[in-house]
């Protein structure tokens, strides 16, 4: 049963008796002057802003201070300065035809891109393309800065000379493991590899350290490597030529089953091919080629097919790389400054 309040309630009756007299108490504010409200308003106000900025602490916390542990920690993989406006690529209308006529004759599907040599963030003058291929699985051309990578280690393998020359000159497998297996854990060879290609200005391409299907034991040859990030690594690399000549020399040893820019006198290079996530074979090589007009640029080309007889990409390469050489003209010198 709801409570009713009566005059016995004291209670309420003191509540009652405290709000009759309220208005009586407040009536002062209506009857004082406008001036002299005013001024107490702004005295207020004034106390009020001095007090708050003289006060020591305000509550609230400090703002952070950088660690010099997480400044020295951070990794860039950027450059910190705006990217160079390039000059445009040559236009090669001649070799543009060239490329069609090998594509209808091996009945492949060809890319090629080209970049002047030039320091890392150095190029002036963009990369030149061809073909509609630009991309694919890395497969052993990606032994090259698995290579690189082992040379930036302070502890060096016993037989460094040996296991370069089995992965880069004669293409071998177990070439490949040992460099692999020698970064330390997958995901410690791939993030050390993927470092030399940031490194080298590269900040697309990741190295897988797993990944299913075909190169599921060698996930680093799945690594989806484009055709202009490889050319303008090579380009590169060319001018840290003492640095990391225990590579790029080996990209230079005769091969008695010479293909594609192995041909070509002064060029070295780095092939490979296997079967692609589609099923279809993909033949791809890149290095440096010195052209007809005498200058230098990284080159990278990579030819897919559906036949599975991987010589055909390769006869379809050499004719290129052939075409190449004669008729790529108009690149900029090398900057290596």
Known sequence: MSRHPTTQDTSQATLGDTSERRPSRLTWWWKAPLGALLALILFVMISTIVFGATRSD??????????????????LISPLTSPRELSSAPTLPELDAEILSIEEKYGVTIGI?????????QREQATWYGGTLRAGDALATIDVPMALAVLNQERQPQQRDYIFNRALADNSSAGDEALWAFLGTPEEAAAKTTRVLRDYADHRTTVLAQTSGTYADAPYLATQWALDQQSQLMAAMRCD???????????????P??????????????????ADGS?????RQFGLIRLSDGNTVGIAMAVSQASKDPAIGRDAITELSAQVRLRATGFAAPNCS
């Open 279 to 283: 099923g279809d074979v993909l033949v």
């Open 113 to 121: 891109a080209m970049t002047s040599v030039a320091g890392v963030y």
């Open 241 to 255: 030529y003492v640095e990391v000549s225990p590579v790029l020399t080996k990209l230079n040893d005769p091969d």
């Open 58 to 75: 305000t509550g609230n916390p400090p703002a952070p201070e950088a660690s010099s542990t997480e400044s020295t920690a951070t990794v």
């Open 257 to 274: 089953d010479r293909w594609g820019l192995q041909l070509l006198p002064t060029a070295y290079a780095k092939g490979a091919w296997g």
